[in-house]
């Protein structure tokens, strides 16, 4: 679905991505850790190329979207983002949020759009919150907001940054749970977390960065017993 081929990310003189190649299946969960600064967002950033590689390619459902040709905007609609700070539009409903884009982009309708806010509101038990603003929601309910909205416009791959690091803990929970039943679904993941606990539970294929570098990638459960490399061992030993 998704496969880089040395792709590259220099801001100025400094090489933040140092020529990643990596392949992600349909249906794949994968889990990016490491060290904060090691690159795990600009690498996600430039998977639906909302940073422009310095060098190398992107592949999305086998076309080189990196390529002036190519309309991204169209390719950014099958692949969701959800961020760590919510994004949502503070002087829209939650309705208005969700509906907002299918029907700007003339994908849905109105009325298509708003039965499937609906019914993925009902999903996340939040159908009383339609017609309330953001600032009138908890954290975790703007998150699993922030993650319909993105599945409202049918993605084929959703990406998460750190999506319950701006949480505070008692939230977390409702958000990683909204995540693993979207992975019991079926949904092709890639998410960048420091919930080592959802990436036992849910990671297909744990990536390790560090300093620009996936330094080694295995199964949750290979990974977390017998990490190989010396900083790959150094990081568990910090945050397990
Ligand atoms: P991580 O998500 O692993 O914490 P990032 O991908 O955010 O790491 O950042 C990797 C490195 O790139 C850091 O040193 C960061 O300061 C730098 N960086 C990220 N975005 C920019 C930017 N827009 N301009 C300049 N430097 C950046
Ligand atoms: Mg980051």
Same mark, same amino acid.
């Not at 690159?39 to 076309?63: H, M, Q």
């Not at 829209?92 to 969700?98: C, S």
């Not at 979207?182 to 977390?193: D, I, K, N, P, S």
């Given at each position: 679905?998704?496969?880089?081929?040395?792709?590259?990310?220099?801001?100025?003189? *400094?090489?933040?991505?140092?020529?990643?190649?990596?392949?992600? *299946?349909?249906?794949?969960?994968?889990?990016?850790?490491?060290?904060?600064?090691?690159?795990? %967002?600009? +690498?996600?950033?430039?998977?639906?190329?909302?940073?422009?590689?310095?060098?190398?390619?992107?592949?999305?459902?086998?076309?080189?979207?990196?390529?002036?040709?190519?309309?991204?905007?169209?390719?950014?609609?099958?692949?969701?983002?959800?961020?760590?700070? +919510?994004?949502?539009?503070?002087?829209?409903?939650?309705?208005?949020?969700?509906?907002?884009?299918?029907?700007?982009?003339?994908?849905?309708?109105? &009325?298509?759009?708003?039965?499937?806010?609906?019914?993925?509101?009902?999903?996340?038990?939040?159908?009383?919150?339609?017609?309330?603003?953001?600032?009138?929601?908890?954290?975790?309910?703007?998150?699993?907001?922030?993650?319909?909205?993105?599945?409202?416009?049918?993605?084929?791959?959703?990406? +998460? &940054?750190?999506?319950?690091?701006?949480? &505070?803990?008692?939230?977390?929970?409702?958000?990683? &749970?909204?995540?693993?039943?979207?992975?019991?679904?079926?949904?092709?993941?890639?998410?960048?977390?420091?919930?080592? %606990?959802?990436?036992?539970?849910?990671?297909?294929?744990?990536? +390790?960065?560090?300093?620009?570098?996936?330094?080694?990638?295995? %199964?949750?459960?290979?990974?977390?017993?017998?990490?190989?490399?010396?900083?790959?061992?150094?990081?568990?030993?910090?945050?397990?």
């Amino acid at each position: 679905m998704i496969v880089t081929k040395n792709l590259k990310k220099a801001f100025g003189n *400094h090489m933040v991505l140092k020529g990643i190649d990596e392949t992600i *299946h349909k249906g794949e969960k994968v889990v990016i850790i490491g060290p904060s600064g090691s690159g795990k %967002s600009t +690498f996600l950033r430039c998977l639906n190329l909302l940073e422009e590689p310095t060098e190398g390619e992107v592949w999305f459902e086998g076309k080189k979207i990196n390529d002036k040709n190519i309309n991204i905007n169209q390719i950014r609609q099958k692949m969701g983002m959800v961020f760590q700070q +919510f994004n949502l539009f503070p002087h829209l409903t939650v309705l208005e949020n969700i509906t907002l884009a299918p029907v700007k982009l003339g994908i849905m309708s109105k &009325d298509e759009a708003k039965d499937k806010a609906i019914e993925l509101l009902k999903k996340i038990g939040l159908t009383q919150k339609a017609d309330s603003y953001p600032n009138q929601l908890s954290g975790g309910q703007k998150q699993r907001i922030a993650i319909i909205r993105a599945l409202a416009m049918n993605p084929s791959v959703m990406l +998460f &940054d750190e999506p319950t690091s701006a949480l &505070d803990p008692e939230m977390v929970g409702e958000v990683l &749970d909204l995540m693993v039943s979207l992975a019991e679904e079926g949904m092709t993941m890639v998410v960048v977390t420091h919930e080592m %606990s959802f990436a036992k539970k849910v990671a297909t294929r744990v990536l +390790f960065m560090d300093e620009g570098e996936i330094v080694e990638q295995n %199964s949750p459960d290979e990974l977390f017993a017998n990490p190989k490399h010396p900083r790959l061992k150094e990081f568990l030993s910090k945050v397990l």
